[in-house]
């Protein structure tokens, strides 16, 4: 499972531009204080090293969260970086914009946005000068969130990579 605020975003900002890591906040329905960003990798190629702007679709209609859907999400998110990208060309996720980051407090967060509720603030680094996010690195996040997901409920994970 994974948590989806698509309809309780009101903006944010995510910041790339130190390689490796991505900062930010972003403030959302329900939540009095700004969710703040500490995070460990890198976005996209799209937008690699650059701000990002992002806002909530204030047409969207509230129909799959009720009012307290935030309430347990934490002000403060740590943790692994997933799949953040623009969907701009190259498109090597999506092609629109797919923000996914792995939180230390709340598990995975996935954020998935029209083209029109992202701003492109600074120039990305050139997408030639970079490699795609390595696919097999991404699976082991996922696995890495499923295994901690099974912990807490007391189950064993069985990775068919390690047998």
């Not at 309809?7 to 944010?12: N, Q, S």
């Not at 129909?63 to 969907?87: C, E, P």
Request: hydrophobic fraction near 30%.
């Amino acid at each position: 499972m994974a948590w989806r605020p698509n309809d309780c975003l009101v903006e944010g900002e995510l910041d790339n531009r130190v390689p490796g890591q991505v900062t930010g906040w972003m403030k959302f329905k329900g939540k009095r204080s700004k969710v703040t960003f500490d995070l460990k990798g890198d976005f996209h190629r799209d937008i690699r090293g650059s701000l990002i702007n992002l806002t909530g679709d204030s047409g969207q209609a509230s129909l799959s969260h009720s009012g307290d859907y935030m309430k347990n999400f934490s002000t403060k998110q740590t943790g692994q970086v997933g799949d953040i990208t623009a969907g701009l060309p190259p498109q090597d996720y999506t092609t629109y914009p797919y923000i996914e980051w792995y939180s230390d407090q709340n598990g995975r967060v996935v954020l998935e946005l029209g083209k029109d509720q992202i701003e492109v603030k600074t120039p990305p680094i050139p997408w030639i000068e970079s490699d795609p996010v390595d696919r097999n690195v991404q699976a082991q996040n996922m696995t890495n969130f499923m295994q901690g997901m099974c912990e807490e409920l007391g189950k064993q994970v069985i990775n068919p990579e390690n047998n």
